[in-house]
């Protein structure tokens, strides 16, 4: 008679799986709360006690480490030694373990958990008896997701037992199962002991892409275990085509612009730089002012709203090609409009208000930097005047808005914004007059040239950048400052009549 040691946390299809096991002849070893499920649902069990000969003890910490339920599991069949050990220590063979942990990572997921909670959803046994099983694959069949049970049973009724391929997958899945816990305890053990030395990172696959950046680059979208805010690879794709590498870094980088508005905001984006960005009042007016800074550039570009997309937006992306449109949510009349355009990549992403400090992780060669996101954002006031011109008040709003769209573009990076929308976006060029001129010649092109607000991501090196804007209608710099040169480009301003703020904050890009 072949027997099954099984030992849950999680529950769900195991009456089931267990009595398709006894049907087929079974014996069914259980432990504490698993065999009180098991015998309160009809199922005949063995208590692991009966087998071991020994009490569960410890408050249930010591109940499997076991040489009845170890040597069991280890021994090798076709290994006459071990036979004999089996047969002299009177052992029987066990040839499942249905096993699926404590929940650790759901206890210290709850607010003000414990360390003593945390340490006492911490299993020993259940870890050892997958890593057991799971080794001895050639002869034993480890389950550890109840996802699992259809197809394992499935097979015993076939072929009267597993076959070996399907053990080996099930041991690769056993190991997996243990190490994403031991890196989950561990990482909450080393974040609790200030230990930093290593990185552990966890991800689920979500996606096999066609190809990366290019189609001879071979991708693959990778999901973290926690859902957050402002993530692609938590959204709802409602229609269109699969999302590609591209695409994804761009929307991407779309969203992390939308994550520093709380009013009606809009983005159109291009290669991971905005071509157009506004705030207004309402969302349609944020989309058209968004629409309009360039007009050229949003072709094939991606939109991102932080509010509903309503029938009067959709009515006026209609005519244009875009890739991808992302937004909080969408109006019944408004996907009826974008439905009509059966490629284009519509998704619903939550865009809940966070202020959760996260880490960016950027692979090099050979290695990994990690830095935290930048999600700083600075209120500008007037006290950051450093000119003898001091800040209009109604131009506050467009100063503020400049400086924070600056943040999101490559550096080099200026923009140029009036009314509440960009209106030249120079990025990443090698120097930061040249990003400056693109800005500024995008401005003077769309016709405007008076009272314009200038943001710098850096600091401007030398006054050449403030002549220039000055010749292009700029009223208004802002930058971070601190250059050796800062007095050079103040007193240049001041000589051309120009307010200049410094932030104290740059935001590199890179």
């Avoid at 909450?188 to 892409?209: N, P, V």
Wanted: proline fraction near 3%; include cysteine; charged fraction near 25%.
């Amino acid at each position: 008679m072949k027997r099954a040691l099984v030992s849950v946390s999680d529950k769900s299809g195991l009456v089931e799986f267990v009595k398709g096991l006894t049907k087929e002849g079974w014996q069914i070893i259980a432990t504490g709360g698993t065999q009180k499920l098991l015998e309160q649902s009809g199922i005949h069990t063995v208590g692991i006690s009966e087998v071991t000969g020994f009490p569960e003890i410890c408050d249930g910490r010591v109940k499997t480490l076991h040489p009845k339920v170890h040597g069991a599991l280890l021994a090798r069949r076709d290994e006459p030694s071990h036979l004999q050990a089996l047969k002299d220590n009177g052992i029987e063979f066990i040839d499942m373990v249905c096993v699926n942990l404590y929940p650790f990572r759901q206890t210290i997921a709850k607010e003000n958990v414990t360390m003593a909670d945390a340490i006492e959803n911490i299993d020993i046994g259940g870890p050892s008896m997958l890593r057991s099983a799971a080794k001895n694959y050639k002869d034993v069949t480890v389950v550890c997701d109840p996802a699992d049970y259809e197809n394992v049973l499935h097979e015993i009724q076939e072929n009267g037992n597993t076959l070996e391929d399907t053990r080996l997958k099930l041991s690769a899945k056993a190991y997996t199962h243990t190490a994403e816990y031991d890196m989950c305890i561990s990482s909450f053990m080393r974040d609790k002991a200030g230990l930093d030395e290593k990185l552990f990172l966890e991800f689920d696959i979500k996606q096999e892409l066609r190809y990366g950046e290019n189609p001879h680059q071979t991708a693959k979208f990778y999901k973290s275990m926690c859902d957050v805010p402002f993530s692609l690879a938590s959204a709802e794709q409602l229609q269109g085509k699969e999302m590609s590498y591209n695409n994804i870094q761009d929307a991407n980088a779309a969203l992390n612009i939308v994550r520093d508005f709380s009013e009606p905001f809009c983005v159109a984006l291009k290669h991971m730089n905005p071509c157009g960005a506004a705030i207004g009042k309402t969302i349609e007016e944020a989309w058209q002012k968004a629409y309009e800074s360039d007009k050229v550039s949003i072709y094939g570009g991606i939109v991102v709203c932080n509010r509903e997309i309503t029938k009067e937006v959709a009515m006026g992306m209609k005519p244009i090609f875009l890739e991808i449109v992302m937004a909080p949510s969408f109006s019944a009349e408004a996907m009826g409009i974008l439905s009509s355009k059966k490629n284009l990549r519509v998704l619903k992403v939550d865009m809940s208000r966070d202020t959760t400090v996260r880490e960016q992780y950027v692979s090099v060669n050979g290695g990994l930097l990690v830095q935290q996101l930048d999600m700083k954002t600075v209120t500008i006031n007037k006290d950051m005047c450093v000119t003898d011109k001091k800040p209009e008040d109604a131009l506050m709003d467009d100063i503020q808005f400049g400086w924070n769209i600056v943040k999101h573009v490559k550096s080099n990076a200026i923009v140029v914004v009036k009314d509440g929308h960009t209106l030249g976006v120079g990025a990443g060029q090698m120097n930061r007059v040249g990003s400056a001129e693109i800005a500024l010649e995008q401005a003077n092109k769309a016709g405007e040239d008076e009272n314009l607000i200038l943001a710098s991501d850096g600091f401007l090196p030398f006054d050449d950048t403030v002549t220039l804007a000055a010749k292009y209608g700029v009223t208004t710099i802002v930058e971070p400052g601190g250059s050796i040169r800062d007095e050079d480009c103040i007193k240049k301003a001041n000589e051309l009549g120009i307010c200049m703020l410094f932030t104290g904050t740059r935001h590199f890009k890179h």
